[in-house]
Structures are given as C-alpha cells and as structure tokens.
C-alpha cells in the first residue's frame, strides 16, 4: 500500500507538470491579449514598455519555467513565512495578477472561504441526503419511495444550476420574499441573529448545488446496495437468523461504501467546478467568480494559477479515491 | 454473467424489435422519446408555420405577458398573437425559443456525435490494440485530470475572435463550441469502449474470425464495433444531455454564441436581469433545457435496459 502510495505520489508529478503545460500552451498560444483592454490612446512604444513590465517580453521556454519555481517553490516559502514568521523567500518575486498587481495567491486566499462555505456544506449536505435514499431505494426496490428517488435524481441530473438556481430565486425571493437572492459575503457571523442570517442566504446556494451531488450519490448507492443485496452472502447472513437491520444496515452497506466512497472523493472536484456557475447566480464572490473576472480582464497568472489549483484537487482526489479503495476493499492488492 | 444460453426462437426476427418491444414498457423512455420529438419537431418546423422573425423589434409591444397571466391579473399586457409573451425589445418569446432550440439541439448533435466519434476510436483502438493501450489511456487520465470547465471557458474567450474572424460570428462561434464540448467529453466513452473491447477479444467468436484470417480492419468493423453498440448509444444519450447543458452554462457565463443570436442558455441569460418583473422569460428557456435534458436522460435510462439482454424479455 506504501509502495503503491508512494508510486502514484511520484507519477503524479509529470501528470500535473502536463497539466501545467497544457493551460499554459493554452494561454500562451491564444491569441488574446493582455494590452487590449488598454486605451487606444497609448502609445506603441509605451505599450511595449508595459508589456515587458508584465514579463510577456520573454519567450514561453523561460516563462513556463519561471512561473513552475513561483508556484512551487516561491509561493510555498511565503506560505511558510506567514506561519512561523521566518524569512525563506527573502522577496522572491511572487506570482503577480495582471489585473489587481497583487499576488494571486493573496487574492485566492481571500475568496477561498466564501467558495469553501459554500461548497463544502453542499456537499456535506448532498451526500447526507443521498446516503439514506440510496439505501432506502435498493432495499425497496421499484417501490413508491424507489421511484420517487429514480425521478427527483433524474430531475438533478437534467436541471442545470443554472435554472434551478435561478428557479429557486424567483419562488423563495422574488414571490415569497423568504430568503435572500445575493449572498452578502462581508456578513459577519456575531450573534444568533446574524447566524440566521448567514443560514438564510446559504440555503439556496447550498441546495442548487447538493441538488446535483444528491443526484449522483444516491444512484451510486443504489446501484452498489443492489449489486450486493443479491450476493450469496447476504442470503448466508439471514440464514443465520441475523436481524434484517444488521444484515443491511451492517453486512451490505458496508460492502457498498466501497465505491460509494470513491465516487465521493471523485466528485470533490467537479463540484468546485459546478460553483463557478452558481457562485456566478447567487453572487458569491469566491473562486469562481474570481476565475470569470479574470477571464474577462485577460488576466494570465490569474487564470493559471487557479485552473492548475482545480487540476491539482482533481489528481488528488483521484489518488486519495484509488488508496481508499485499497484500504477500503481488501480484495484489492496494487502491489 | 458468462452463461449466457443461446435461446433459437421459433419465428426470426430482428434483435432491433426486441429492443424495441423492451424500450415500450420502460414509460419515462418512451414519454423522453415522445417530449423529445415534440420539441425538435417543434424547433425545426415551428419558425416555418408560426412565421415571426425572432430578431424583429417591435417597440410597441414590448413587454407582453405571457397569455396565461390574464388568469391571474386581468389588467396584465397580454395578446393571443404572443402567447409566450415578448421581451424588453419586443421579440417574441415563442419564436427566439424555436430559434434558440434550434442552435441548441444542432450544438448539442454535432458536439455529442464529435465525442462519440474520437471516444469510439481511441477506445476501440487501445482495446484491441496492445501496443497502443498503455499509451492511449494514460492520455485519456491525463485529459481526465484537466478541469475541464476552466479550459472550456478559457478556449471560447480566447479564440472567440480569430474563429469568428474566419467563418463568420455564428459559424465560428458554433464550430468553437461545438469542437470545445466534443474534445472535452469523449473520455467516459473512450473507457467504457475499451473495456467493453477487451472482453470481447477473448470471447470464441472473436478466436474463431482470427482463425480464419479476418483482418484486424474488418474484424474492427465486422465483429467488434456492432457488439459494442449498446454501450456506445446509451453514452450518446448522455453525451448529447451533457452538451445542451454544458453549451447553455457556456452562454449563461456570457462566452457562448453572441447575444443577437439565440439559444436556450443565451435567452436565460439575458432575462436573469429582468426576472424579478418578468419570472416567465426565466422559466420558457428554462424549461426547454431541462425537459429536453430530461427526457433524453430518460431515453439513455430505456435503452440501457433494452439493450442489456440479460433484462430483455423479463
């Protein structure tokens, strides 16, 4: 298992320094230009001048390389000097946003909470739902309650945030005037007031999003409890006279947790992508809105920064998903 | 799984119609099929016979209600010539809605059949090809680790204008998002094939065609690519649902087609700003997407089972 470990650890070294090169061929070969936005009034020679301010007057060979030490080497090092107050970077050039000249990561610090709140309570809650319908379809199956779920699943699949969202704006702010349609970041969390507050306008964020997660879960669950409610095992344990809650709830769920909980780890990361849609609805102004500025401004460092943080999270996620299975799931053996 | 009995029926008869007679009595297939003919019949003939153009200011009736708003409030501004109501500008709901569709299902076809298209390749070719297998997966994990949404959006703002520039602002737009979409979700099909080929090269048919000397070109296209089929139909139906959304959350960020020229995505975007007086312009579009995703979910949900022969017949 160490073995193993250390081995996807190591491979998954060239994988994201791929990654990195592809977003940044991407930006580099695109044809979009971090000047246009600029007044025409600017003169070419001046233009030229803060091009190479921005470091676009070097080639793509000695920037890519450049902007791998900032990320790798530089950011960490300011990362650990903000902790324990030593001096590693001794002011290294750090990774600088076209739009704001401040350094990325600043600025994603600074959204992350929002993005996190956001997200990860959704998930949270969309796997708390999930779980329990799951379970409750397959052991029913074709049952009212089995087809009920099969629908409103179906209905997370084919809703997209972008409606639902908007859907749940329109009946619960804009009829009913219950909750809020903007989520107020700079909302400070003080008093039982003000948590109802930060309560009220999480809900419908926090819902369009476990909506999907809700979805996908519980027929992962579903299937996996019917894969193995009909093993000859299951049949074993209640000739043995077990009770039907512990051959459930005890010898099939534990069983069909396996790839339910890689299916989990897996969608980690295409949920803080569905966020750059629904943050973009209810206003959230985390990560995802952050990427959609920065596209807009032509901000490069910006744009590469987060989308290789996103594929970071994804071949994390992978990896923790296949060491998962193989603690998990003794049956598996990688080495 | 592996003793399957051959079962010779008395009458021949085509395995389709089995498969047919099996998608009838899966109803929310059938009800998908039904919605989802109603509304590419209604995108594609519907401009023809309701004949208003769906760029066409008419000031003065701008503003409509939707017909069914005099139920509720008889002073609202509504006509039977706008059923669906119109816009700020005048436009006509019904009509964009048909246009839109229009564009929208065209994306969603286009990109789904681009998908399958590279997915079936590369899965057929690393499935029986050894040499190429190691190779061809590792790039799908690769593209499989990309976040593919941030790309998405980087690719249509940043070649928007040299594509535009060269086929024109709709046909440019359209083979952007079409190829962006199609070389972004290929990689479920291209796995799912693979594996799918594997298994069957060691099936005793596949033996048998080798030992008569069947090339690996026909034995492809003969004996693999047909048993295949069911996999690959029922990921078509999700690759087409995952394209109408993904184009729709494309132009709902403001990077999809540009905003005289209708989609579903499109229309919804540019009503979120008016939704609190006019809540209908939000729901029409809407509710195209969702039904339409809907009701080829459902569709993919019928043929899985109908083509899953160990299903079929019970």
Known sequence: MLTFTIRRLLLSIPTLLFIAFVIFMLLELAPGDPMAQMPLTIPPEVKEKMRLALGLGEPWWVRFPLWLKQFFIVEP????????????ADGAQRIISFQSRSPVFETIAQRMPQTLWVVGMSYVVGVLIALPIGIISAYKQYSVFDQTGTFVSMIGFSVPPFFSGVLLIVIFSVQLKWLPSIYDTTHQVTSWDTFLFQLKQMIMPVMVLALQTTAQVSRYMRASMLDNLGQDYVRTARAKGMTESVVVMKHVLRNSMIPV??????????????????????????????????????????????????????????????????????????? | MTDQTVDIAAPQRNQWWDVWDQFKTHKGAVFGLMFLIFITLFCLLGPWLWGID???????????????MAIFDSGAKVSWARPMGTDNLGRDIMANIMQ?????????????????????????????????????????????????????????????????????????????????????????????????????????????????GTPARRMITRHLLPNVLSPIMVSATLGLATAIITE????????????????????????????????????????????????????GDGLRDALDPRIRGL
């Open chain 2, 100 to 212: 839109g569709g229009r564009i929208s299902l065209a994306v969603g076809w286009t990109a789904m059949v681009l998908a399958l298209l590279i997915g079936t390749t590369v899965g057929v070719l690393a499935g029986y090809f050894k040499r190429l297998d190691g190779l061809l997966m590792r790039f799908t994990d690769l593209v499989l680790a990309l976040p593919l949404l941030p790309l998405l959006l980087v690719m249509m703002l940043l070649f928007r204008d040299p594509l535009r520039a060269a086929f024109g602002p709709e046909q440019g737009i359209f083979i952007l998002i079409v190829t962006g979409i199609g070389i972004t979700s290929w990689m479920q099909t291209a796995r799912i094939v693979r594996g799918d080929v594997m298994a069957l090269k060691e099936r005793e048919f596949v033996l048998a065609a080798r030992s008569i």
């Open chain 2, 248 to 299: 729709s959350a494309l132009s709902f960020l403001g990077l999809g087609f540009p905003s005289d020229f209708p989609t579903w995505g499109k229309i919804l975007f540019d009503s979120v700003d008016r939704m609190t007086s006019f809540p209908e312009r939000v729901i029409w579009p809407g509710l195209a997407i969702s039904l339409t995703v809907l009701s080829v979910n459902y569709i």
């Open chain 1, 261 to 335: 909980v890689t299916v989990i780890a897996l969608g980690i990361p295409a949920i803080f992508g569905g966020a750059i849609i629904t943050e973009q609805i209810f206003k959230v102004n985390g990560l995802g809105q952050l990427l959609i500025i920065a596209l807009q401004g032509n901000d490069i460092p910006m744009v590469m920064t987060i989308t290789f943080l996103l594929a970071v999270l994804i071949v994390m996620m992978n990896l923790i998903a296949d060491i998962l299975y193989g603690i998990l799931d003794p049956r598996i053996r990688y080495d």
């Open chain 2, 54 to 68: 769906p760029g066409k200011l008419d000031i003065r009736n701008k503003n409509v209600r939707p017909i069914y």
């Open chain 1, 77 to 88: 090092q300011y990362w650990i000097d903000g902790i324990f107050g030593t001096n590693f």
